[in-house]
């Protein structure tokens, strides 16, 4: 025994020890992870607070760029000479002098974008006639106009100047341009189309001073589309993680993250309403956070706070299973002594306060015991005054009279049947005195005794048996059921000596149901008098009532249901445990 609680003590401190140290390393690490992220977060939101003045400022290039592109917009639709070159009919010479008119006014025209490299392109709705300030710069031919998405794209938003993407082959490679297109209306008519083109590298001047590696800038309409990036690759494709940043936007969201192309990112984003465009800036989280935090020293501090932990973890958990190891062993002495002996052991408080309460549990446990034994003395006189109660001296008086009375009559077969069934019912009453039978060899005696009782009272008196056949082996409390239907039998057909006694036995979930029915005369249960509920209760069924709360609790007994003139009804409930 000291082998095994020394074992289980050895078991007990590692148990322990295993789970502490579990605990301590996981605390450590997420303490450790936590850290890393806070500081992560808390650099990135301090490096997104300095981006927004750095958006800022981007916000105002764009906007002064935008100014201008405005500005020349309205100069080109106040021109006359723009509008008579595309609505009026010339003649050759005519529309010369006017293409130098026009010529000179664009020049003037054009002063506005000077700070920017552009060029002006008017193309008419039909396609048929093109004026452009330097073709050598950017260029569409007249039979492109009509087929281009460009000219489609612009009529379908008359009055407001769009940026579009656009690629042009310059020899073996494409040039990205951004193209601000307007139309031109007069009297809600549209003859033409302006077209200001600018080069993706000289528009991205405005922001891609603040762009570098793993800092990208990108402008987009609301559907996602790229118009203009520090990236020339990414011109005119489309970013649905921008679509969904632009939907769940707000002003007071600083940043988002999202997963592009396999990497983390911090994205934030700016309204241009002057554009109607969006302004994101992509910055890659790991290069952001890179070589910021000490991710070494954090780890060795993390590592040396697990390691004295664990030590004094180690002192503390010895110290606490070597006093329990002590209680263990002379709790284990306790039964030796027939528990009149009682623990001594010392310690900290805790210790002492389950010493305390084991040696007020040994106290409860003797009085507990006396009390056990007093009930079960008290249990097994009441079990034998109850089998001496069951068959008295007026119950053999009258059935040896029964049997006088069937030898004198010649009826030698019926008296030697009534002897049998008494014999065996008094070897049952008085020679087997175990408390309980099954419900099988209970019903057969009982046939024994109303066998005895019809030839005393008449065999018009019917007894009927309804027992589950599940119930047969099912234990229950000896001769429990007899006194009812003595009682059935003297009182029930007092006045008519015919009727019906019917005994129902079944299953309900755990409980064994015992049912006594008979048609006979029955009584006021409420309103009858003490003495006449006496005549039908009895000392048998009040014995019976103290046997089952003695075996069961104070819960179970027999239920009477009785009305004049209908009879009475028998419910006996009680548990069972099937053999």
Not at 494 to 523: R, S, Y
Request: aromatic letters at 10%; one cysteine or more.
């Amino acid at each position: 025994m000291m082998k095994f609680l020394r074992l289980s003590q050895v078991r007990f401190f590692t148990i322990i020890m295993a789970v502490a140290v579990l605990l301590i390393i996981a605390v450590a690490i997420t303490i450790m992870l936590t850290t890393i992220r806070m500081s992560e977060d808390f650099f990135i939101r301090t490096h997104t607070v300095q981006n927004t003045h750095v958006m800022e400022q981007i916000r105002r290039n764009l906007d002064s760029f935008h100014h201008s592109v405005v500005m020349t917009n309205f100069q080109i639709q106040q021109s006359m000479a723009v509008e008579d070159i595309f609505l009026l009919d010339y003649t050759p010479t005519q529309r010369w002098d006017r293409l130098f008119t026009l010529s000179r006014t664009m020049d003037i025209v054009l002063a506005n974008m000077g700070a920017y490299a552009v060029s002006i392109t008017i193309a008419g709705s039909g396609g048929d006639f093109i004026f452009n300030t330097n073709a050598s710069h950017w260029a569409i031919k007249p039979g492109e106009v009509a087929a281009d998405s460009l000219m489609v794209n612009t009529s379908l938003t008359p009055r407001n100047i769009v940026y579009l993407p656009n690629m042009r082959h310059d020899g073996a490679s494409e040039v990205p341009y951004i193209l601000i297109a307007n139309s031109l209306i007069n009297r809600d008519t549209h003859f033409a189309n302006s077209l200001i083109a600018i080069r993706n590298s000289d528009f991205a001047g405005l922001f891609a001073i603040h762009a570098r590696d793993g800092n990208h800038m990108f402008i987009t309409d609301e559907t996602g589309t790229i118009i203009s990036s520090d990236m020339d690759m990414m011109i005119g494709s489309s970013m649905p993680e921008f679509v969904n940043i632009i939907y769940a936007h707000s002003a007071d969201t600083l940043y988002h993250e999202k997963i592009i192309d396999g990497r983390r990112q911090i994205v934030m984003a700016e309204f241009l309403p002057t554009q109607n465009l969006w302004l994101f800036n992509m910055i890659d989280r790991s290069l952001v956070v890179y070589g910021v935090i000490d991710t070494r020293t954090i780890f060795l501090t993390v590592l040396g706070i697990i390691v004295a932990s664990i030590g004094i973890m180690y002192v503390g958990i010895k110290t606490i299973t070597n006093r329990l190891s002590s209680l263990t062993s002379e709790i284990m002495q306790v039964p030796n002594t027939d528990f009149k002996g009682y623990v001594t052991t010392s310690g900290f408080r805790e210790v002492q306060d389950i010493v305390f309460a084991f040696n007020s549990m040994l106290d409860k446990l003797h009085t507990h015991i006396d009390e056990i034994m007093r009930i079960n003395k008290q249990k097994r006189e009441a079990e034998l005054t109850g089998l001496q109660r069951q068959i008295n001296i007026h119950f053999l008086y009258n059935t040896l009279t029964s049997i006088n009375l069937l030898v004198a009559n010649g009826h030698f077969d019926g008296a030697v049947e009534t002897i049998n069934d008494l014999i065996s019912l008094l070897q049952f009453t008085v020679g087997d005195i175990s408390e309980t039978t099954s419900v099988i060899n209970e019903v057969d005696h009982l046939k024994k005794y109303v066998h005895i009782m019809q030839r005393r009272h008449g065999e018009d008196i019917l007894v009927n048996f309804y027992v589950d056949a599940e119930t047969n082996y099912l234990p229950m409390p000896k001769l429990l059921i007899q006194p009812f239907i003595e009682n059935a039998f003297i009182h029930a057909f007092q006045a008519n000596k015919q009727g019906n006694i019917d005994l129902f036995i079944w299953k309900d979930d755990n409980q064994l149901v015992c049912e006594i029915i008979d048609n006979g005369k029955g009584f006021d249960v409420v309103n009858s008098s003490e003495e006449r509920k006496q005549k039908y209760t009895g000392l048998g069924i009040k014995n019976v009532q103290e046997r089952m709360q003695l075996l069961y609790g104070e819960g179970y007994g027999a239920q009477i249901h009785s009305q004049p003139a209908e009879g009475t009804k028998i419910t006996i409930r009680f548990p069972y445990v099937q053999k």
